[in-house]
């Protein structure tokens, strides 16, 4: 079974900026993983933000990116706004289309 | 604009079955590739299930293997998920959504909740 890890909490300024990891137990992320990362506010569905390691989904703020950071996939945040408190979870492609959700991480703005 | 619709959700003792249904508009469903993802109360999201458009490949994760099964009928842009066997930990809130390509999930219904207790 995979096993995919995220920081479980994580707190930055207004106007700051964060960087958010997503780890494999196994080994490394490549962008064969094809990672994806998703916002979730309280009591709503998640939102889409990233795919294939840094493509913005439509709609998404350009404050958001993705990338490969040495062997994990990130998400920064570049000038975060207190909208963006919020769960965040990465999303791996583990082959033979099956997928595994790293467990979240709690952002703080303040 | 896509809509995607859950129901089906309810209580039911462990041991029992429960059938979700997806209600999807707004796209060409009979072209789309689906997903379930569930998540437990308070917990992290739990990818579930997969389906290829045309029904022709499923795939499930360890955890509900041999005790779920996901369809679709495209002719009336539905997506089903039978659950049987279903144990305490199968709790949880169960999204419908589509695969947006470059093996990720695009759009998010809004869930239905199965609660599995005694």
């Known amino acids: 079974q995979t096993v995919v890890t995220q920081e479980p909490s994580f707190s930055v300024s207004p106007g700051g900026t964060v960087i958010l990891t997503c780890d494999l137990r196994?080994?490394?992320?490549?962008?064969?993983?094809?990672p994806s990362w998703y916002q979730q506010t309280p009591g709503q569905a998640p939102r889409a933000l990233i795919y294939?390691?840094?493509t913005r989904s439509s709609g998404v703020p350009d404050r958001f990116s993705g990338s490969i950071l040495g062997n994990k996939a990130a998400l920064t945040i570049s000038g975060a706004q207190a909208e963006d408190e919020s769960d965040y979870y990465c999303m791996i492609y583990t082959g033979s289309h099956t997928w595994a959700f790293g467990g979240g991480t709690k952002l703080t703005v303040l | 604009q896509v809509q995607l619709v859950e129901s089906g959700g309810g209580a039911v003792q462990p041991g029992g079955s429960l059938r979700l249904s997806c209600a999807a508009s707004?796209?060409?469903?009979?072209?789309?590739?689906m997903h379930w993802v569930r998540q437990a109360p308070g917990k992290g999201l739990e990818w579930v299930a997969f389906?290829?458009?045309?029904?022709?490949?499923?795939s499930y994760a360890d955890s509900v293997k041999g005790r779920f099964t996901m369809s679709r009928d495209n002719s009336k842009s539905v997506l089903f998920l039978q659950m049987n066997s279903l144990r305490t930990e199968d709790t949880g809130l169960y999204y419908c959504a589509t695969n947006r390509g470059y093996y990720a999930v695009g759009e998010w219904g809004q869930g239905t909740l199965a609660t599995v207790s005694s």
């Open positions: 294939k390691t840094d």
């Open positions: 389906m290829r458009n045309d029904g022709s490949d499923t």
């Open positions: 196994s080994g490394s992320v490549s962008p064969r993983h094809y």
């Open positions: 707004g796209f060409p469903f009979s072209k789309t590739d």
